[in-house]
Each structure stands twice: as structure tokens, then as C-alpha cells.
């Protein structure tokens, strides 16, 4: 009885049960163990009350003993049965603690011994399937027993977090989380579906106590011509008219020609803030670390970080005592923060020798500058800086857009470029770059959050070919993608990479697979810039000639 006292005290699976390798006839049971228990206490202590009564008849009328009715053998076999159940059930485990001695301390854990383990037992240390023999060997275990830890994680006795690594089982730590928070919040997930998802995949990479995966459709604009290369561009969204709009943008680009993009420049960065006691010691720092002589003794440390890391420049700017250093680095296939931050933590333990009184308030001072609008990103750019150009011919502005190349161009001007300079826009002049963006990031397994800086775009139209072409250009300094690391090596991320031709690290040349999908975010922005204006401009003119009643265009045709 010990041992089960501590099953319901910890409010978990007992140590016993969990480190049972082989599987006990009562995990067969189809009735919730307590029930199972109940009816065999009773029939036990029943028989065993018949049969004495039984045994003091016959020794009262002098019946041999041998001699036995129906009902009797019912009851010796039913007693033989019962005993065995509660012997196997009980009996072993009485035993076992009789002989395991108390020095195995750490096998049988009570309440508050589990609660530390569970703290050191992050959820994101153990990968699921990889038990140590404190956990489950066999997860298909019995629904009593999932219910009992359900009713352990809604009580609070058992973290949720730990529920992956003492499980060993991450479908099931996630069934189990989702039906402890429907109890506790009474609100049902019934629309939230838990099956047809890889759990294991993503523990400890990309999300912690998942209770199961929202659903968002992927829809596919294409052809985009760039570059000389077709490319389906897979976009998951749900709002509607999106990858309908950008695929009309895209058909444009295909009947002028295709679109041609550059990469500007390709370099992720990170930037700590340290603090000195004066300014002018700040600025001494600032002066070793911008001067070109220690620019290879800070590579050299900086690399170490990883292969993939080559540290491109550092640039520093002072507030006062503080210092704020924006190292950037190439990093091959990867966005590139891990590696980014890695080598900046290289280089502030290196410089601790030569500025002892250096004391690092953070490793991001917020100057890098990650996730948020800010113009040190517009400017100097993040990630994959690239332009993007094509021109749309006359024909094809009139048949497949529907609008005319003045137009266009008067309202790229007008909205663009002077509404968005009066808004103060930050990085924000252009239609909606953010729209196609977001999309791709979340079809190809990037950071959504990082649709911030990398849809900052500067939208341009122009009329070329004597005022009869469009030459449309999208120039977007920030565009942070990668193909290895974080989200992309997930299932359905990696399969809309592997759509794309970018899959993974490039063997050949690493880096090229993460700046062509940079690429290619770019030419699917020109293609959703070009079908978004031409929309707007089309619609304009259509009010406007209902409105002045010029009728000198056919506007039905537009
Ligand atoms: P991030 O820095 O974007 O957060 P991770 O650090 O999670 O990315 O993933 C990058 C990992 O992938 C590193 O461990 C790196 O060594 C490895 N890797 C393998 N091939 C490449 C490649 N071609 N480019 C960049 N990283 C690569």
C-alpha cells in the first residue's frame, strides 16, 4: 500500500510503475485500476467469508472437508483468482520495497524529490523517445494511467513543461497537456487538432508544451521568373485574394520577361551593450574595436563560433558610459542569430582581458535590431539586402493589370513615396511587402517576427521605353531568412523549401541556398507591389470616372 500511497501523493505515476519494463497484466484491464481494485477487495473478503462460514458448517455437521457443492468450488476458484490478482498487484511491490534498500533513494521518489527533478528535468533537455530509467520504457500505456497523471498536471502537482521528458512520449505529454488544460480552463480544443503532427520534431527547437497545431493553408503563386529560373512560391495565409493577387503579379513578370534581382549584401547581426565607468573609456573601446588593425584578432576570435561564421564589420555607436557594438557576419545557410550571438560572446570574453572594466549589460543592446521598426536596419541593413527589378510591358499592364503605366506610376508616388513620407513611415514605403512576405516566412519555417525588418521595402515605378513600359523595382535592405536551423527542418516547412529548390545547407556553396530564397521573397514582393497597385489604380480610376463621369476610357475593360 506504500508504494500506491505514493503514486497518488506525487500525483504521478509511481517510480515502480514507471520504470516497469515489462507489462503487468492489469495494464490490460479495461476498467480504471481503482475499480478493477475495489471489485477484487470485495470478492476476496466475500469468499473468504462464505467459505469460512462454509468450513464452520462442516465441522459443526462432520462433513469431510473433500466433500464440496457448486457454490463452494465457484468461491475456491473466485478466492484462488482474487488472490492472485491482489498478490500480483500488491504482494510484488511489498516485496520489491522490503528489498530494494532506501540507498536507491533516487529510483523512489516522494512529492518534493519529484518537484526538484522535474526542475532539473526541463522539458527541453530529454529528446522524446530517449528515456532514462526514471521514465516510461513502454509509452502505450493504459488510459487509467494517462488519467491519473491528467488529473496530477490540472492539480498542479505535476508541471506541464516536465510532461515530455518524464513521459519519453511527446504525442502523448501533449494529449495529456491538452486535455489538463481543457479541465482547468473548461473550455474545449475540440477545433485544434492534436494528431497527423510530428511533436518529436519540434521539442526543444521550436515549441514547448504544444497541445496541438493550427492549421493554415498553403497556396502556391507562380510561375515567378527570376533571375532566368521559375519558381513556385508557396504562401500560407488566410487572407483571402493574397496568393491570387501575387500570382497576377508574377504572370506579369512572366509575360515581360522575368525579373532580375542583386544581392547587396548578406550579413546578420547582433549588438551588445557594455558600460563603462566613464564615456571616455567607452570611447576608447570604440576606437580599438573600429580600428582596421584589430579587425583580424577580432575575426579570428569571432569565427570560432562556428564554421559558417565570418565576421564581416563591427560598428559602434556611444551613449554616454555605454557602448553599443553592431558586429555583422555572414552565416551561410543559417538566419544566423544563434551563430551571430555565439561569436559575439566570443569576442566580449576576449576583450574582458584588455578592458577588465568593461561590464556587459546585455548581449543585445537593441542596436542590432531584431523584431523591432528601426532605422539602423533600414539603413544599414539586416540579414539579406537585395533589389529586385523588372519591366512590365505596356500590353501587359493593360491586359493583365488592368491599368495604364501613368497611372501606376502617379500612384506609387503618391502612396508609396509621399503618403508614406507623411505617415513618418519607417522602412514602409511601398504597398504591402509585409502581406507576401509573411506568407513565404511562414510557408518555408522562417521567424514570422521577422517580418518587421525584412518587409521593409521601397517600392519604384517609372516609365521607361519613351513612358510606354513599367520599370518596378523593390529594394529591401533587411530580408532574414535561412534554410537550415529553427522552423525550416520541420516537415511542411521543408517540403515548401524543397518546392523552391532550397532545402536545407547548400553542398556546393553554402550560403547560396539561404540567398536565393532571399531572392526570391524579394521577386514574389515586386510581383505582389505590381498586382496590389495596379488593383488600387484600377479602382481609383473606376470611382473616379463613375464620379466625373469621364467616359473617354472604357472602364469596363480595365
Ligand atoms: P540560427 O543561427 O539561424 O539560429 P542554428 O544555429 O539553429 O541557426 O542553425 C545553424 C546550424 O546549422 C549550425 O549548427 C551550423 O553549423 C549548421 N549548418 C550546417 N550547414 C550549414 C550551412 N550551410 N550554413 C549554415 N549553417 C549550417
Not at 552565416?331 to 569576442?347: F, L, R, Y
Amino acid at each position: 500500500m506504500e508504494s500506491r500511497r505514493r503514486t497518488i501523493k506525487g500525483g504521478i505515476q509511481q517510480p515502480q510503475v514507471l520504470r516497469n519494463d515489462a507489462a503487468k497484466a492489469t495494464d490490460a484491464l479495461p476498467l480504471p485500476m481503482y475499480l478493477t481494485n475495489t471489485v477484487f477487495f470485495a470478492l476476496f473478503f466475500s469468499v473468504v467469508y462464505y467459505l469460512l462460514l462454509r468450513w464452520r458448517e462442516k465441522i459443526r455437521n462432520s462433513t469431510p472437508l473433500h466433500v464440496v457443492t457448486l457454490s463452494e468450488i465457484l468461491a475456491i476458484v473466485t478466492f484462488v483468482a482474487s488472490f492472485i490478482y491482489l498478490l500480483g498487484f500488491f504482494g510484488i511491490g511489498f516485496v520489491q520495497s522490503l528489498l530494494i534498500p532506501r540507498a536507491s533513494h533516487d529510483d523512489i521518489l516522494d512529492e518534493d524529490d519529484f518537484d526538484l527533478r522535474v526542475l532539473k528535468e526541463d522539458s527541453r533537455a530529454a529528446p522524446c523517445g530517449v528515456v532514462d530509467h526514471f521514465k516510461i520504457t513502454d509509452p502505450q500505456l493504459s488510459p487509467a494511467e494517462d488519467e491519473e497523471i491528467i488529473k496530477s498536471v490540472v492539480e498542479g502537482k505535476t508541471p506541464s513543461y516536465s510532461l515530455e521528458s518524464k513521459l519519453g512520449d511527446c504525442r502523448r505529454a501533449a494529449a495529456i497537456r491538452r486535455e489538463a488544460l481543457q479541465r482547468t480552463t473548461g473550455k474545449s480544443l475540440a477545433g485544434l487538432p492534436l494528431e497527423g503532427f510530428d511533436y518529436d520534431a519540434i521539442l526543444g527547437q521550436c515549441c514547448e508544451m504544444p497541445v496541438g497545431y493550427v492549421q493554415i493553408p498553403v497556396g502556391i503563386a507562380g510561375p515567378l521568373l527570376l533571375d532566368g529560373r521559375e519558381h513556385s512560391v508557396p504562401m500560407a495565409t488566410t487572407e483571402g485574394c493574397l496568393v491570387a493577387s501575387t500570382n497576377r503579379g508574377c504572370k506579369a513578370i512572366l509575360a515581360s520577361g522575368g525579373a532580375t534581382s542583386v544581392l547587396l549584401r548578406d550579413g546578420m547581426t547582433r549588438a551588445p551593450v557594455v558600460r563603462f565607468g566613464t564615456a571616455k573609456r567607452a570611447a576608447e573601446l570604440k576606437f580599438f574595436l573600429e580600428d582596421s588593425h584589430n579587425f583580424e584578432a577580432l575575426s579570428l576570435v569571432f569565427n570560432r563560433s562556428s564554421r559558417f561564421a565570418k565576421l564581416q564589420s563591427i560598428k559602434c555607436a556611444i551613449a554616454g558610459k555605454n557602448l553599443y557594438i553592431r558586429f555583422s557576419c555572414s552565416t551561410g545557410d543559417a538566419m544566423g542569430m544563434n551563430m551571430v550571438s555565439k561569436g559575439v560572446q566570443n569576442v566580449i570574453d576576449f576583450l574582458g582581458n584588455d578592458f577588465p572594466d568593461m561590464d556587459v549589460i546585455g548581449i543585445s543592446g537593441n542596436y542590432c535590431s531584431d523584431k523591432k521598426p528601426a532605422a539602423v536596419n533600414w539603413i544599414e541593413g539586416r540579414g539579406k539586402s537585395v533589389v529586385c527589378e523588372a519591366i512590365i510591358k505596356e500590353e501587359v499592364v493593360k491586359k493583365v493589370l488592368k491599368t495604364d503605366v501613368a497611372s501606376l506610376v502617379e500612384l506609387n508616388m503618391l502612396k508609396n513615396l509621399t503618403g508614406s513620407a507623411i505617415a513618418g513611415a519607417l522602412g514602409g514605403f511601398n504597398a504591402h511587402a509585409s502581406n507576401i512576405v509573411s506568407a513565404i516566412y511562414i510557408a518555408t519555417g522562417q521567424d514570422p517576427a521577422q517580418n518587421i525588418e525584412s518587409s521593409h521595402c521601397i517600392t519604384m515605378m517609372e516609365a521607361v521605353n519613351d513612358g510606354r513600359d513599367l520599370h518596378i523595382s523593390v529594394t529591401m535592405p533587411s530580408i532574414e531568412v535561412g534554410t537550415v536551423g529553427g522552423g525550416t527542418q520541420l516537415g511542411s516547412q521543408s517540403a515548401c523549401l524543397n518546392l523552391l529548390g532550397v532545402k536545407g545547407a547548400s553542398k556546393e556553396a553554402p550560403g547560396s541556398n539561404s540567398r536565393l530564397l532571399a531572392t526570391i521573397v524579394a521577386g514574389a514582393v515586386l510581383a505582389g507591389e505590381l498586382s496590389l497597385m495596379s488593383a488600387i489604380a484600377a479602382g481609383q480610376l473606376v470611382k473616379s470616372h463613375m464620379k466625373y463621369n469621364r467616359s473617354s476610357k472604357d472602364v469596363s475593360k480595365m
